[in-house]
């Protein structure tokens, strides 16, 4: 059982960044996939970054070298930082889990198990 809880989004200036973090409890990120999802009005969840237990990091093309996935152990946190934040970046941000140790698309939501509740981030042009 894991739970995941997300929090630093809100409204931010086009151009600007902000930090997404994801509490979670239940276990340690110890064999934990880690995944950040967002969804728009009227559009599908879709993939944004991903984080292995070996630190191996992956990045969907639209935040490709403006974003970082990352965690704390010793916080049993992980963060979705955002640089030079876009207009198409507003969304519902999704904290989201499931296990490394079994063969999956890190990319597909089928993969993760575990989902937070979602924090919003708005952009202002």
């Known amino acids: 059982q894991v739970q995941l809880v997300e929090s630093g989004g809100g409204l931010v200036q086009a151009g600007g960044s902000l930090r997404l973090s994801c509490a979670a409890s239940?276990?340690?990120?110890?064999?934990?996939?880690m995944g950040w999802f967002r969804q728009a009005p009227g559009k599908e969840r879709e993939f944004v970054a991903a984080l292995r237990w070996s630190d191996s990091t992956y990045y969907a093309d639209s935040v490709t070298g403006r974003s970082t996935i990352s965690r704390d152990n010793a916080k049993n946190t992980v963060y979705l930082q955002m640089n030079s934040l876009k207009a198409e970046d507003a969304a519902v941000y999704y904290c989201?889990?499931?296990?490394?140790?079994?063969?999956?698309?890190?990319?597909?939501?089928?993969?993760?198990?575990?989902w937070g509740q979602g924090t919003q981030v708005t952009v202002s042009s």
């Open positions: 989201a889990a499931g296990s490394d140790l079994y063969r999956g698309s890190v990319y597909s939501t089928d993969t993760y198990n575990y």
């Open positions: 239940g276990r340690t990120f110890r064999n934990l996939l």
